[in-house]
């Protein structure tokens, strides 16, 4: 201690509380970060009633965690009552000592804490009305019940021991004026929040969360059971980077999910939003999604053709100084050390999720072991940049010009005029719009057409293949099978038949 002369200074309550009302929690973040204490307390299931009651609302977060007593309470109830530098134990979700805090008056005015131990009940309640009230700018905490709350210490006696929190006073959760409507896309956010953040925990059956006495069930965003689903090997980061392993996915093209699991494995914010690093601390989610401010030259920034890319990375709370967890804890930043690693991941996830948008879900190395499939386009680098070519010896094409060749050496002039104009006119621009616009790459290779109109294009190939080129059927067939898009539709090449 030096010996300086000191003062004491602290805060003005209303007016740090007000400050702190506007660290931009939504109504779900809160709510989680309410039950991260839960968890933290070793609740196995929550209970969230969330009321609308004409526009006097109330929310109220049951737990069966372990309780507190009436000191420990206070503690709870006080801003910063723990040191954000303190080391916590492994399975604590907590940080700074002001998350209950935070999250509850982000959301309303009133804030009511009732725990339960050892049979006993104890109650604290902050009231920034109250606050307001009294001129000393002093931190009242009121004890109790507000007089206007109904009894819900009932609640308590469904636990041996637990915690009751209880938000009132709702102005920013729910504004005056609301419609039920506005409490129904609420508890959609809301729930759509919890199934997310804490997936993992419901998942393993470790906590279950009822949000008005509806079970809530978990969203994996990795769809890590579908079997079109790829996914890379578990990585360690770095030693200093205690435990922190990633890993990294790519989901099925949309063609390859039913309607209702491209819709669920979308997420809360939609597919552009949900890619990239879902970063979770302790098995609890923090950010789900966008890419770390890694990139090359520059930051990556969340693009369509990357959509289907997701990196599950997992942080120990030891390292949240190192990753810079912040109070909401959603946001986290990759220390030096391991952005590089995570950079060389996320490429390698950015490139083959880019591949399966563009070849929809058709794995282009699909046929690894075969020669390669003889495309019709041809991308072909030139100085000035990527020029298209249709390739001469693409069967269907190289047919017609051979006849043409036969027939009259200017037909086939016109022809390799008229394939030239093709390729210098393709709307390139148009169909890189339509993607973006879309969210989807245009439809090619038959996609969606009867297998009639497959069947009969490449029968009129196989026929000339056969009449023309004097191949075997047996060729024929094989070399089809070589040949885009027809490489897609083996039974279909199985099924083609000489034509006498
Ligand atoms: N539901 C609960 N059950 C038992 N103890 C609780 C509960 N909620 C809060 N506490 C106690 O109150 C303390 C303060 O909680 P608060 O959320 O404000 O901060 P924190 O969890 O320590 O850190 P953070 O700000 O990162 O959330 C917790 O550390 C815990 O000891
Ligand atoms: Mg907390």
């Known amino acids: 201690m030096s010996s300086s002369q000191s003062r004491n200074s602290p805060p003005r309550a209303t007016a740090l509380i007000e400050a702190l009302r506007g660290l931009g929690y939504t109504s779900g973040a809160a709510i989680a970060d309410i039950i991260d204490n839960s968890v933290s307390a070793g609740a196995r299931t929550v209970w969230i009633d969330v009321e609308w009651n004409n526009g006097n609302g109330r929310v109220t977060i049951l737990d069966d965690g372990s309780g507190m007593a009436d000191q420990e309470l206070e503690l709870a109830m006080t801003l910063g009552d723990k040191n954000p530098l303190d080391r916590r134990s492994e399975s604590d979700l907590g940080r700074f000592g002001l998350g209950l805090k935070t999250a509850s008056f982000s959301q309303g005015r009133r804030l009511t804490v009732a725990s339960k131990k050892d049979r006993t009940v104890s109650i604290l309640r902050w009231d920034l009305d109250y606050l307001l009230t009294s001129a000393d700018g002093g931190w009242h905490l009121l004890e109790g019940l507000d007089p206007r709350t109904p009894n819900l210490i009932e609640k308590l006696d469904e636990v041996v021991s637990g915690t009751l929190v209880i938000l009132e006073l709702l102005d920013r959760m729910m504004p005056n004026g609301g419609t039920t409507q506005d409490l129904l896309d609420l508890l959609d956010r809301i729930e759509k929040h919890l199934s997310m953040v804490f997936h993992r925990f419901i998942e ?23 079997p079109a689903t790829w996914s890379s090997p578990r990585t360690k980061l770095d030693k200093r980077n205690n435990g922190a392993w990633v890993q990294a996915f790519v989901l099925p093209h949309r063609d390859r999910l039913k309607p209702k699991e491209y819709e669920a494995a979308a997420g809360p914010d939609g597919w552009n939003s949900h890619q990239g690093f879902f970063v979770y601390r302790n098995e609890r989610m923090i950010l789900s999604g966008g890419w770390l401010s890694l990139g090359k030259g520059r930051h990556w920034t969340r693009e369509e053709p990357y959509r289907l890319a997701r990196i599950e990375l997992e942080i120990p709370n030891s390292a949240d ?35 399966v948008f563009a070849f929809r879900g058709r794995p ?11 495309p019709v386009w041809e991308a072909i680098q030139v100085r000035a940049g990527i020029r298209y070519r249709i390739s001469s010896e693409h069967p269907a094409i190289a047919s017609v010009l051979d006849i043409a060749g036969k027939i009259d050496g200017t037909l086939q002039k016109d022809i390799r005029t008229m394939l030239r104009v093709l390729e210098e006119t393709i709307p390139v621009q148009r169909i890189w719009l339509d993607t973006a616009e879309n969210k989807d ?5 038959f996609d969606g057409e009867p297998p009639e109109e497959v069947l009969s294009v490449a029968q009129t190939i ?22 885009e898009p027809f490489d897609q539709y083996p039974e279909l090449i199985a099924s083609l038949k000489e034509e006498s």
């Open 204 to 226: 393993k059956s470790r906590l279950t969360i009822y949000l008005n006495k509806q079970p809530i069930k978990p969203w994996d965003p990795f769809l890590s059971s579908h």
């Open 321 to 355: 100084a190192d990753w810079k967890i912040d109070i909401r804890k959603s946001t986290a930043y990759p220390p030096p050390i391991a952005r590089a690693t995570l950079t060389h991941i996320a490429e390698d996830a950015r490139e083959r999720a880019r591949r």
């Open 364 to 374: 282009s190395t699909g046929n690894q072991n075969r020669d390669p499939v003889l």
């Open 441 to 445: 790459t245009p439809r090619s290779s």
């Open 462 to 483: 196989f026929n000339s293949m056969l009449k023309r080129k004097g191949m075997s059927p047996e060729l024929a067939r094989a070399s089809l099978l070589r040949t």
